[in-house]
């Protein structure tokens, strides 16, 4: 099963480049894949049908959550795989002839018809409540994007909104569902939890299952299209008639039945089962054969059909016996066969006449018969007529309900719902068959185009299995039983549990023929009166809608969230500040006041073993009060980096040298980043709040401050078990091999957390370069070398700040010196911009600091540092470089392109990760290996260094962003915007002294 399933996604992510070289042929290639699965399938008919009665795939995922990768095929899969492979490989073969080969977007959306596919498979096999619903989520994305092919039609892209709305919504109510039951069962395997259904039920914790399993229903109806959520299927109708086939006929709208079906065996006896199944079951099929009737369109009439036979399928598959689980799966694939074909069918008549209006289709049977033949043998077996499936699991179904009736006063009551249901079904199909292909008075006959036998292939399939369904059901009754079986021991309605009973073609006079008959008569009354119908109709209010009330829903959620926006959304820093702040502080207060609880023993203000640490927060808060009271931009970041310079010195006080040098190292590359971008902002703070809310600002603040502190020492005191903390020491050395505590526990111990956390530096960092440049990252600056070359004998600018002509001369001298080639990229910056000091102080200390940087990743394993303190130092020596040589200097110093290192970081983390499972290990697991070497000794290397390697790679990449975003960039734009005067630089004199300017020279240049 886990093979299929990863041959359907494998195949679905080539599927693209299918298409470039195949054209629509590529629909073959797909097809082959649900194909050659459904040879698979009849394959394991053996295994399934055994003694054993299904075939099990478990493979452990994360053990310590109870999340696994289970996957169970019984004779309820078995006989919904039929449908989701054998119904998805015809109608892959069948878009081949739908589609063109100039249609756009073929190749997605043969991927995404395949990958939905293959997650139908996924989600009536899994075996595990979580992994089913990762399955369910997945058809709702593929859906949306299936049915929102035709991304330019605005009816398009609103119907696969609406349907993504809806379906999601009943989603995450069904995960609330799964989440209660398989908490309180104890576990989220599904057979398990069946098994344990029967104490599940009537235990202590009844009412709690049987919310859950309403919440799960919610989920089903909203999948299934059933009243009130019923409007979308319809309105998805704007997707290509091959997803209409598919997804809103054969697959996507039966996970919800199948949902029903797999949680009937154990749950139809709880308490709100019942009522939600058969009374929405009922409502739906009436509503959607009565708004059937109603249109023009032959695929919305098959739309509201398919409306109506998926309430009809819920109420019997719902009904928890085992004669309603025999016919609502014989109904369930007998629906499939007809409402697959079709569907094909009108797909076809809209290819080749170009209209799908009943009032311009005349007289199409004539021009494609074995078309009208085809669609007939649908149509009827839509309709209930021997000897179709359709008439062999409709019979089951009224003798189902004609049972049921005896079961109080609600028994009748839904038969009789069940009779209206079948005459409208009767009336519409017949609608349709005449809608579609008759001979209309007064109408000319519609062109039509002649088709290919392989373009009806799928349809003619589909329609003879529907027939040798009818004649021949007793395979389809063998694959149904052992399912039916499931209810054997469950209280009958009627004082007893009805036998399944079997399918057959002829159960001689019962009352369920009579039904059928007489479902005849007044569907064919309805369709000869189908003017009289029609005017009746059109006395019903327009107001009964279900997608007008979606509309005014959405449209009210809209006003609403307008309002809101306009009076939150008001571009005053000051007011969302104080909407956070004041809700972080009033909502923990309050619990706090509620809780009434004393304040925990053993509290000191000071540490007495840290005389140092009341002169440490001293100067934080002194810091902190500096910074509210600056002027100035770059004095408030001064005093805002003091107070982070504080806390690590209050790390290293109390013995976390560790976190110390981590956070010195983060205040200063987050100094240098805040420095670098404020030179586009004026240097003075203006447009302060006024006066007349700095009480506000500081009620707010020290109420938020003061309620975190006692927030935090509650939190303290309040912990009743052994920290997991103290175990860490032990953990780090004999799990990870190392002796620092917070770096084994980054790199192996939370190792997920820490690939976690790069990844969003990855996205922060390409985030950065997105706004500042407009493509690219900035890393196509001309070498270093030519611009010092062209700048020799050149013009270079001059402010005005700097007509001093000695000390400009002897700049130049500088500049001009050729007797090291060491940061010769600093040429390139204007002489009074240039720092000697600062050059050769970056020339003493950038070596070293990349160096230490490379010891703090290879010694953090035991010792302070790690990758991320290595990373962090790197990232300041190229700021230190940056800053002595400018931007071309940058260019000079990392000829890598940031986004080329961030994305090597990421790889070589990933695959530290993933290389342990090629050794039969887990992702993320370390490896400790001892060894000796000539000069260097005992060595002993832990593997999760190389992931350690991947986040120093990543933090640099990261700083290299930041410098060419936030420095580079802005140099450049400065520059320009500058209009400097200009001098003449004259080429250097030969000797080791040359370099020097003539005065008359450089008195020109300053004229």
């Known amino acids: 099963m886990i093979t299929v399933l990863a ?8 599927a693209p480049f299918l298409f470039r070289r195949l054209g629509r042929n590529a629909f073959f290639a797909l097809a082959a894949v649900p194909g050659g699965s459904f040879v698979w399938l009849a ?5 399934v049908y055994s003694g054993a009665g299904s075939v099990a795939v478990v493979m452990p995922w994360v053990p310590e959550l109870r999340l696994e990768l289970a996957f169970r095929m019984d004779a309820l899969a078995w006989v919904m ?13 069948y878009c081949a002839g739908y589609f063109k080969d100039k249609d756009s977007y073929l190749g997605g959306f043969g991927a995404q018809l395949l990958a939905f596919a293959g997650a139908m498979f996924g989600l009536v096999t899994a075996d595990d409540l979580l992994l089913m619903f990762i399955f369910w989520e997945l058809t709702t994305v593929l859906s949306y994007l299936l049915i929102g092919y035709a991304r330019t039609r605005l009816s398009a892209r609103r119907s696969a909104l609406q349907a993504l709305v809806v379906t999601t919504a009943g989603g995450l109510a ?11 069962a104890g576990t989220y395997r599904i057979s398990a939890i069946l098994q344990m259904a029967p104490e599940l039920v009537t235990g202590p914790a009844a009412a709690a299952v049987a919310a859950a399993v309403v919440l799960i229903l919610v989920g089903a109806i909203t999948k299934s299209a059933l009243v009130p959520f019923h409007f979308w299927l319809p309105g998805a109708m704007a997707a290509p008639t091959p997803v209409s086939a598919y997804l809103h006929a054969a697959a996507m709208v039966k996970a919800g039945i199948y949902i029903v079906a797999r949680l009937a065996p154990g749950f139809a006896e709880t308490a709100f089962w019942l009522p939600v199944v058969l009374g929405l079951g009922l409502a739906t099929m009436l509503v959607g054969g009565y708004r059937a009737l109603r249109q023009t369109d032959i695929k919305l009439i098959l739309a509201y059909g398919t409306v109506s036979q998926l309430g009809f399928l819920t109420m019997v598959v719902g009904l928890g016996q085992p004669d309603a689980a025999l016919a609502g799966l014989a109904l369930l694939l007998a629906h499939g066969l007809f409402k697959a074909t079709l569907f094909l069918v009108v797909g076809i008549i809209d290819h080749q006449a170009g209209t799908r209006d009943i009032r311009r289709l005349s007289g199409v049977y004539k021009s494609s018969r074995a078309l009208a033949v085809v669609a ?4 009827a077996s839509m309709a209930g007529v021997p000897p179709l499936a359709g008439f062999v699991s409709k019979e089951s179904v009224f003798e189902v309900f004609v049972h049921h009736a005896g079961a109080g006063v609600w028994g009748p009551v839904i038969l009789i719902g069940v009779v209206l249901g079948s005459i409208l079904t009767f009336a519409y199909s017949a609608r349709f068959l005449w809608g579609a292909f008759a001979l209309k008075p007064g109408v000319a006959v519609t062109p039509f185009k002649a088709i290919k036998p392989a373009f009806l292939a799928a349809p003619a399939v589909l329609s003879v299995l529907t027939l040798l369904y009818g004649l021949w059901p007793a395979p389809v009754d063998a694959w149904i039983q052992p399912y039916a079986a499931l209810f054997a021991g469950h209280t009958g309605s009627a004082g007893g549990a009805p036998d399944a009973g079997h399918l057959a073609l002829w159960h001689g006079f019962t009352p369920a023929l009579g039904l059928t008959t ?3 008569a007044a569907g064919l009354a309805m369709f000869y009166g189908r003017n009289a119908v029609s005017r009746a109709q059109g006395l019903v209010p327009g107001w009964v809608d279900g997608d007008r009330a979606y509309q005014l829903t959405i449209g009210a959620l809209d006003d609403a969230a307008v309002w809101v926006t306009g009076r939150t959304q008001r571009g005053s820093l000051f007011f969302y500040l104080a909407v956070i702040l004041t809700v972080a502080f009033v909502l923990p207060l309050t619990a706090l006041l509620l809780a009434n609880k004393p304040l925990p023993g053993g509290l000191y203000f000071v540490d007495p073993g840290s005389p140092l640490q009341p002169v440490v927060g001293a100067g934080i808060v002194i810091g902190a009060l500096a910074a509210v009271r600056a002027n100035k931009r770059f004095l408030a970041v001064l005093m805002v980096s003091v107070t982070g310079y504080g806390i690590a010195l209050m790390f290293a006080l109390q013995g976390a040298p560790d976190l110390a040098l981590t956070q010195m190292l983060v205040e200063t590359i987050i100094l240098v980043a805040f420095v670098l971008a404020m030179r586009s902002l004026p240097a003075e703070l203006r447009d302060r709040t006024g006066g007349k809310y700095r009480v506000i600002r500081v009620i707010i603040g020290a109420a938020f401050g003061i309620t975190m502190i006692f927030v935090a020492i509650h939190a303290l005191g309040a912990r009743v078990a052994t920290p997991v903390s103290l175990e860490f020491p032990q953990l780090a050395y004999e799990g990870g091999g190392g002796k620092n505590i917070v770096n084994v526990t980054l790199v192996d111990i ?15 960092a390409t985030g950065v370069a997105s706004l500042i440049f407009v493509r690219g990252r900035g890393d196509r600056i001309r070498p270093s070398s030519s611009v010092a070359a062209g700048t020799v004998g050149r013009r270079v600018p001059v402010t005005a700040h700097t007509r001093d002509r000695a000390a400009l001369a002897m700049s130049r001298r500088f500049a001009a010196s050729t007797r090291d080639a060491w940061l010769v990229a600093g040429r390139t910056l204007a002489p009074e911009r240039r720092s000697i000091i600062f050059e050769v102080v970056a020339r003493l200390i950038f070596h070293t600091m990349i160096v230490f940087s490379v010891y703090l990743l290879l010694a953090g394993h035991n010792l302070p540092g790690g990758g991320f303190a290595g990373g962090l130092l790197a990232g300041l020596a190229l700021a230190v470089r940056y800053l002595a040589g400018g931007r071309f200097e940058l260019r000079e110093a990392t000829p890598v392109s940031a986004g080329a290192l961030l994305g090597i970081g990421l790889a070589t983390a990933a695959a530290s990760g993933l290389a342990p499972l090629l050794l039969g290990g887990q992702v993320f697991q370390s490896a400790v290996i001892e060894l000796w070497l000539p000069v260097f000794g005992d060595i002993k ?4 260094t190389i992931f350690d390697i991947g986040v120093y790679i990543v933090v640099v990449g990261l700083a290299l962003d930041v410098l060419r975003s936030l420095g580079a960039e802005i140099d450049e734009n400065l520059e320009e915007r500058e209009e400097p005067a200009e001098v003449p630089v004259a080429q250097p004199a030969a000797g080791p002294h040359a370099g020097g300017l003539p005065a008359e020279s450089t008195a020109k240049g300053s004229a």
């Not at 290397?941 to 999760?944: A, G, P, Q």
């Open 7 to 14: 041959v359907h996604f494998a195949v679905a992510a080539v």
């Open 43 to 47: 394959l394991q008919h053996g295994a």
């Open 81 to 93: 795989c039929l449908l989701i492979l054998g119904v998805g490989a015809l109608v892959l073969v």
């Open 174 to 184: 069904m995960l609330v569902g799964l989440i209660m039951l398989g908490s309180t």
């Open 376 to 379: 007939a043998v649908g149509a």
């Open 518 to 520: 007489a479902t005849f």
């Open 750 to 764: 939370r190792a997920w957390d820490t690939f976690g956390e790069i990844s969003v530096l990855a996205l922060a």
């Open 941 to 944: 290397f832990v593997t999760s």
